[in-house]
C-alpha cells in the first residue's frame, strides 16, 4: 500500500497570513496513464470532508484561489495564501493512483 | 445539486450486520465510480470499498475483504455496503462518495455505525 506522510501535523496560522502543508508519498503517484491522482481535502469541524484539489494542483469548483496544490512524483504540497477564519480544520491528502486508496493522517489548522 | 445522503447507520452487537444505503441525487448517477470510505470519530479518514459504474468490479479494503459488500442500482440511484460479521474496530462514520475520475468530488454528510454489545 502507498503510504502518505503529512507534515506538520498541526499549524497553528495567524489570520491572513500563510500556511503550507506538504504530503509525501511511499512511491511515484505517477499513474500509467500520465496523470497523478493526488488530491486535497479539507474537513471543518462536524462536517464531511470536502474536496479542494485534485490532480496535484487544480482547484475544484467554488474553491477560492487562495488554496493551491504544487508538486510532483513524490512530493506535493498545499498553500493558504491568507488564511481566514473559515480556513480552520484537517487538511487531508488522497491518492487515487494505486489501489487501495489512501490517505495522509491530517493537518490540522488552527487560528494562533 | 449534487446530494448522497446515507442511511441505515445504529448500534449492533459484534457479529450482527447492517446494510447502509446512499441515496444519490442531483446528477446522472449511472456513469459515476462510487465508494464508501469511514473515519473513527476523531481520527483521519479509510477508504473501505469502491464500485465501477456498471457494478460489475469492486475493490475492497483488506480490512473488510469477505465480510463487506458494496452494490449498486442505477435503476433506484443508489449506493449500498453490506456490512456482515461487524467487529468493535468497525464502529466509525461512513461516507458515501462520487469518484469524478479526476478526484472524490462529492461526499455524504456520513452515517454513524456503532458495534457495541
Known amino acids: 500500500d502507498i503510504v502518505m506522510i503529512q507534515t506538520p501535523l498541526s499549524s497553528p496560522v495567524t489570520l491572513g497570513q500563510p500556511a503550507s502543508i506538504s504530503c509525501r508519498s511511499s512511491?511515484?503517484?505517477?499513474?500509467?496513464?500520465?496523470?497523478?491522482?493526488l488530491s486535497w481535502l479539507q474537513q471543518r469541524p462536524g462536517q464531511p470532508p470536502r474536496l479542494l484539489i485534485y490532480k496535484i494542483s487544480n482547484r475544484f469548483s467554488g474553491v477560492p484561489d487562495r488554496f493551491s496544490g504544487s508538486g510532483a512524483g513524490t512530493d506535493f504540497t498545499l498553500k493558504i495564501s491568507r488564511v481566514e477564519v473559515e480556513d480552520v480544520g484537517v487538511y487531508y491528502c488522497m491518492q487515487t493512483t494505486q489501489s487501495p486508496w489512501t490517505f495522509g493522517q491530517g493537518t490540522k489548522v488552527e487560528i494562533k | 445539486e449534487v446530494q448522497l445522503v446515507e442511511s441505515g447507520g445504529g448500534l449492533v452487537q459484534p457479529g450482527g450486520s447492517l446494510r447502509l444505503s446512499c441515496a444519490a441525487s442531483g446528477f446522472t448517477f449511472s456513469p459515476y465510480w462510487m465508494l464508501w470510505v469511514r473515519q473513527v470519530p476523531g481520527e483521519g479518514l479509510i477508504w473501505v470499498s469502491r464500485i465501477n459504474d456498471d457494478g460489475s468490479s469492486t475493490w475492497y479494503a483488506d480490512s473488510v475483504k469477505g465480510r463487506f459488500t458494496i452494490s449498486r442500482d442505477n435503476a433506484k440511484n443508489t449506493l449500498y455496503l453490506q456490512m456482515n460479521s461487524l467487529r468493535a474496530d468497525d464502529t466509525a462514520v461512513y461516507y458515501c462518495?462520487?469518484?469524478?475520475?479526476?478526484?472524490?468530488?462529492?461526499w455524504g454528510q456520513g452515517t454513524l455505525v456503532i458495534v457495541s454489545s
Open positions: 462518495v462520487r469518484d469524478s475520475g479526476e478526484g472524490v468530488d462529492y
Open positions: 512511491q511515484s503517484l505517477v499513474h500509467s496513464d500520465g496523470n497523478t491522482y
